[in-house]
C-alpha cells in the first residue's frame, strides 16, 4: 500500500492564481479529509468527506473547494490564491467514519506571494 | 464544542529520560488518537486509544474516558523522539471531526 499520497510536495503561487492540490488513498478508507496547519495554530480542518460524493465543511473552508468523485481521491481547489493561504496542506483519511486510525499524506508546502 | 487542552506545551529532556504528555478533554469522546510530527514534518498516527491502556516499544498511552484524559508516555527518550505531539478527538454522537490540541512541542537532547 502507498498510503495516503499527496501532490505536488512544493508550489509557489501569485495571487489570484488558482490551482488543485491531489490526495489519493488505496485503503479503501470512507473518510477523507483536507487539513491545514499553520504556526502556533495547530492543525485546522478545511474541508471533510464520509464517501464518494458527499462532503462537508470543516473550520476553515472559505476560498477551498473539493470534490470526492471516487473512494480514492480527494483533490482540493484553491479558486484564487490569496497570500493568507499561505500554509502547509495535509490531506487524511480513516476507514471508519468516527472511530479508527487516521493517516496523513506528507503533506504540500504552499507559499502564496 | 469540545475543548482539547494538552500539557505541557514544550518540554526539554535528556537522551535517556522518561516523561508524560497529558490530554484533556471536554466531553465524551468516540476516538482518541495521539500523533507524532517529525522535524520534517510527517504526522505519524502512534495510538488511537479511546480508552483503554497501549503499549508499543517505549511508547505507552492510556486513556481515562470517564475522568476525560490521556496520557502518552515515552520512556528512555531518544533524539528521534523530538518533535511534536498532538492529541486529537471526536466528541461522542454523530461527530466525524477530529479535533486537535496545540500539541507538546519535545526536544530531546544527546
Known amino acids: 500500500n502507498a498510503g495516503v499520497t499527496q501532490t505536488p510536495k512544493f508550489q509557489v503561487l501569485k495571487t489570484g492564481q488558482s490551482m488543485t492540490l491531489q490526495c489519493a488513498q488505496d485503503?479503501?478508507?470512507?473518510?477523507m479529509s483536507w487539513y491545514r496547519q499553520d504556526p502556533g495554530m495547530g492543525l485546522r480542518l478545511i474541508h471533510y468527506?464520509?464517501?464518494?460524493?458527499?462532503?462537508d465543511q470543516g473550520e476553515v473552508p472559505n476560498g477551498y473547494n473539493v470534490s470526492r468523485s471516487t473512494t480514492e481521491d480527494f483533490p482540493l481547489r484553491l479558486l484564487s490564491a490569496a497570500p493568507s493561504q499561505t500554509s502547509v496542506y495535509f490531506c487524511?483519511?480513516?476507514?471508519?467514519?468516527?472511530?479508527?486510525?487516521?493517516?496523513f499524506g506528507p503533506g504540500t508546502r504552499l507559499t502564496v506571494l | 464544542g469540545i475543548q482539547v487542552e494538552q500539557s505541557p506545551p514544550d518540554l526539554i529532556l535528556q537522551e535517556g529520560a522518561n516523561s508524560t504528555l497529558r490530554c484533556n478533554f471536554s466531553?465524551?469522546?468516540?476516538?482518541l488518537q495521539w500523533f507524532h510530527q517529525n522535524p520534517w514534518g510527517q504526522l505519524i498516527n502512534l495510538f488511537y486509544?479511546?480508552?483503554?491502556?497501549k503499549q508499543n516499544g517505549r511508547l505507552s498511552a492510556t486513556t481515562v474516558a470517564t475522568e476525560r484524559y490521556s496520557l502518552l508516555y515515552i520512556s528512555s527518550s531518544q533524539t528521534t523522539d523530538s518533535g511534536v505531539y498532538f492529541c486529537?478527538?471526536?466528541?461522542?454522537?454523530?461527530?466525524?471531526?477530529?479535533?486537535w490540541g496545540l500539541g507538546t512541542s519535545l526536544a530531546v537532547n544527546p
Open positions: 466531553d465524551s469522546v468516540n476516538n
Open positions: 468527506s464520509v464517501g464518494a460524493g458527499i462532503t
Open positions: 487524511a483519511s480513516r476507514a471508519g467514519v468516527i472511530t479508527d486510525t487516521q493517516y
Open positions: 485503503m479503501n478508507h470512507e473518510y
Open positions: 486529537a478527538v471526536v466528541r461522542a454522537g454523530n461527530n466525524r471531526k477530529l479535533i
Open positions: 486509544i479511546p480508552s483503554g491502556t
